[in-house]
T-cell receptor, first 114, second 116 residues
Framework: QQQVKQSPQSLIVQKGGISIINCAYE??????FPWYQQFPGKGPALLIA?????SEKKEGRFTISFNKSAKQFSLHIMDSQPGDSATYFC?????????????FGQGTILTVHP | EAQVTQNPRYLITVTGKKLTVTCSQN?????MSWYRQDPGLGLRQIYY???????DKGDVPEGYKVSRKEKRNFPLILESPSPNQTSLYFC???????????????FGDGTRLSIL
């Protein structure tokens, strides 16, 4: 049972273009939605995160859009660069007894062509 | 440098031969966790620990054991490895021990296990 569904599985974008990765979740108790970036041979690293009380968060070229009613959130990478080529994971977690547990999406392999 | 260190980084072994993957963090984090990463499935939590001597199962604990005798270390033990445990494993740690979920987890660089 995949509680966080991520699409697309892979994405090819030209340098300077916009990369968009989408995620949908089922559990309305989730209260934290991070995106992780993973380069080959490395562990995932936190890229940007959002809480459900805001609809958008922007950090540099990276923006999370959050739609609480639709239970969806997405990552937008503006002006995509070859250095952004990596695997991206969305995730969700909640506090309480499930503190700390991250439920991950399936991952998206992003390739940015120069 | 703040980091989570896993060893070994790569291991090829045979079915049934006990192995341990070590994980150590130098950030004084209370919370530590193990994940496995498989193609098309993302990362799934195996076990976690909220503090010394406090451990609990994640989503896929079958075939694994953990221990937390010291705050900095959280080894993953495969008592009798099987081919379906061939995977990429990540250890992670997280600051604080409150019930607040939105604190970043720091991941190690992974251990690739192949069980023949």
């Amino acid at each position: 049972q995949q509680q966080v569904k991520q699409s697309p599985q892979s994405l090819i974008v030209q340098k300077g273009g916009i990369s968009i990765i989408n995620c949908a979740y089922e559990n309305t108790a989730f209260d934290y939605f991070p995106w992780y970036q993973q380069f080959p041979g490395k562990g995932p690293a936190l890229l940007i995160a959002i809480r459900p009380d805001v609809s958008e968060k922007k950090e540099g070229r990276f923006t999370i859009s959050f739609n609480k009613s639709a239970k969806q959130f997405s990552l937008h990478i503006m002006d995509s660069q070859p250095g952004d080529s990596a695997t991206y994971f969305c995730a969700a977690s909640r506090g309480g007894t499930s503190y700390g547990k991250l439920t991950f999406g399936q991952g998206t392999i992003l390739t940015v062509h120069p | 440098e703040a980091q989570v260190t896993q060893n070994p980084r790569y291991l090829i072994t045979v079915t049934g031969k006990k192995l341990t993957v070590t994980c150590s963090q130098n950030m004084n984090h209370e919370y530590m966790s193990w994940y496995r990463q498989d193609p098309g499935l993302g990362l799934r939590q195996i076990y976690y620990s909220m503090n010394v001597e406090v451990t609990d199962k994640g989503d896929v604990p079958e075939g694994y054991k953990v221990s937390r005798k010291e705050k900095r270390n959280f080894p993953l033990i495969l008592e009798s490895p099987s081919p379906n445990q061939t995977s990429l494993y990540f250890c992670a740690s997280k600051p604080g021990h409150s019930k607040i979920s939105n604190q970043p987890q720091h991941f190690g660089d992974g251990t690739r296990l192949s069980i023949l």
